[in-house]
């Protein structure tokens, strides 16, 4: 496969469930990212790893905890979730400082 | 924190014409990166064309043009004999070129809706 995989595509969960989404990248980049896009939101930043490291974290809530164990694979794990953290999860890698961000085509959660 | 405004939520184009999607940007870095995205409604995000700020000369993709201004801090999308598959959401983003881990953040606009019009 090439570019930005994301697996699953389509999630629902209860709130007391836990679950991962998984991100790989083939494109030999060294940067990864989670973001959350919601209805009618700005794209918001969650989470940045740099060659497997986490430079970034936006104040995202514990129930989110991000894994990174090499630079092609990026984990987000899911536990006790709210109804409003229904939305779509968007992957995305890059090369640290230059070039843009590549994107998966995304999980859309919903958190029943 | 760099800011990158899109005061257009929603714009129209007639198919075979030219649209222009605006964008603007507030940084004090010399150095850095401009993007134009592309996400078709329940589709991917794609990259669709980019501009280092270094350079003089505006970039183009097929029918996709920029018209960047620097001094300005402006980075618009030309969009030339528009199709219906252009019809999506248009995020512009900027990103730093400077090494360290401020180059890592990509700041999104809020986007542009663009309807294609058969």
């Known amino acids: 496969e090439t570019g930005v995989t994301q697996t699953p595509r389509h999630l629902v969960m209860g709130m007391t469930n836990k679950k991962s989404l998984k991100c790989e990248q083939h494109l030999g980049h060294n940067a990864m990212y989670w973001y959350k896009q919601s209805a ?25 905890s991000p894994e990174c164990p090499n630079s092609s694979h990026l984990f987000l794990h899911l536990h006790t979730l709210q109804p409003e953290d229904s939305a779509l999860y968007l992957c995305a890698s890059s090369q640290v400082v230059r070039g843009g961000q590549y994107f998966g085509p995304g999980t859309r959660l919903t958190v029943t | 924190a760099q800011t990158v405004t899109q005061s257009q939520p929603e714009m129209s184009v007639q198919e075979a ?8 940007y507030d940084t004090s870095e010399s150095d850095y990166y401009l993007f134009w995205y592309k996400q078709p409604p329940s589709r991917q995000m794609i990259l669709v064309i980019r501009q280092e700020a270094y350079k003089q000369q505006n970039a183009t993709e097929n029918r996709f043009s ?53």
Request: charged residues 15%; contains cysteine.
């Open chain 2, 66 to 118: 920029v018209n960047f201004q620097k001094a300005a801090k402006s980075f618009s999308l030309k969009i030339s004999d528009s199709q219906l598959g252009d019809a999506a959401m248009y995020f512009c983003a900027y990103r730093s070129a400077q090494n360290s881990n401020t180059g890592n953040q990509f700041y999104f606009g809020t986007g542009t809706s663009l309807t294609v019009i058969p």
């Open chain 2, 17 to 24: 014409e030219t649209v222009t999607l605006s964008c603007t």
């Open chain 1, 40 to 64: 009618k939101k700005p794209l918001e930043l969650m989470f940045v790893y740099n060659f497997k490291e986490q430079t970034e974290n936006n104040s995202v809530p514990s129930r989110f």
